[in-house]
């Protein structure tokens, strides 16, 4: 190579040509640009195609055709968008959350306990609880219906919905009674019934004459005061903690230390001293009837 730097700052071989590795940056720009010009002109081409034979006008987008072909994949993603959250919210996931969250904030420690942690035991926990109910679900329900197609009889999806959801309802039954929520029940039920227009219906005798979409809120709303409910009993012991820092560090006169650092490690030696985590995942699951 020369020393003689040329105007544009850029060196040159000593037979005037430019290094190996700038011809190969300079040819790997041309072929992107050629690449993007190619596909910018079919796009183009395309387009134009497309709008020739089928024209963008608002008459064509509500046209019979158009809908039918694109409704049932609308219907389809907004199923399966709904279904997480349905089958979340029909088990105990809201209980366990809704305790562990407020354990970790009596023990003060938001970073140390993320939320994936606790929304993974508490997946982990709904699933070892229901576990049984699904099985029934599925060897009552949909196990019947997809065996059905290779039979003589065929069975229609309405025929097995009521099996497959009969384990479920009767889980949800039994979680709302026990905490004793019914009151939610009839709650539900009465506004339902005003806004249908049915004040005259005969009182329902028992959980299976229930609608689902009066079910299904009120266990939610059961399991939301059961978790704040067994939330409070686990948060009493810290705060009595907390207090008694907090008056420590008073009497003292140490007011420039935080009461909530100095109880953190006692909060932690007491947890751990009385095996806090199996006790409050025993104490989940025997929640659970």
């Known amino acids: 190579m020369t020393n003689d ?9 000593a037979d005037g040509r430019y290094p190996k590795s700038r011809q190969s ?12 010009g190619l596909a910018a002109l079919a796009l183009s081409e395309s387009a134009t195609l497309a709008a020739e034979s089928s024209p963008l006008e ?11 072909a694109s409704l049932p994949w609308l219907i389809g993603a907004t199923v399966l968008s709904i279904v997480p959250a349905v089958l979340l919210m029909s088990t105990c996931f809201v209980r366990f959350s809704v305790v562990l969250g407020l354990l970790r904030q009596a023990l003060g ?16 926990l709904t699933f070892t609880v229901m576990a049984p109910v699904w099985q029934e679900s599925y060897e009552t329900g949909w196990k019947p219906y997809a065996q059905s197609a290779n ?3 065929t069975a229609t999806f309405e025929e097995a919905l009521p099996k497959l959801l009969a384990p479920i309802r009767r889980f949800m039954s039994r979680q709302i009674e026990t905490a004793g929520n019914t009151d939610g ?3 539900l039920l009465d506004l339902q019934r005003q806004r249908a227009g049915e004040t005259d219906s005969p009182e329902p005798q028992s959980y299976d004459d229930v609608p689902t979409t009066v079910l299904l809120p009120a266990f ?36 420039t230390l935080t009461p909530s650092t100095v ?26 009837h």
Do not use: Y
């Open 109 to 124: 420690t938001p970073q140390v306990l993320p939320n994936q942690v606790l929304m993974a035991l508490s997946m982990f």
């Open 58 to 68: 608002p008459s064509n987008l509500v046209s019979p055709q158009t809908l039918s």
């Open 25 to 36: 940056h300079s040819a790997l720009r041309l072929v992107i640009h050629c690449v993007i």
């Open 5 to 13: 730097r040329p105007a544009d700052g850029r060196w040159l071989m």
């Open 151 to 153: 039979g003589p009889s």
């Open 263 to 288: 109880a953190l490690p006692f909060k932690l030696l007491l947890f751990v001293l009385i095996d806090g985590w199996f006790l409050t995942v025993g104490m989940l699951l025997a929640s659970v």
């Open 185 to 187: 029940v009839w709650m």
């Open 220 to 255: 939610l709303l059961s399991e939301l005061k059961t978790g704040f409910l067994i939330g409070f009993q686990l948060f009493l012991p810290f705060l009595v903690i907390d207090f008694v820092i907090a008056s420590v560090l008073t009497a003292l006169g140490l007011t």
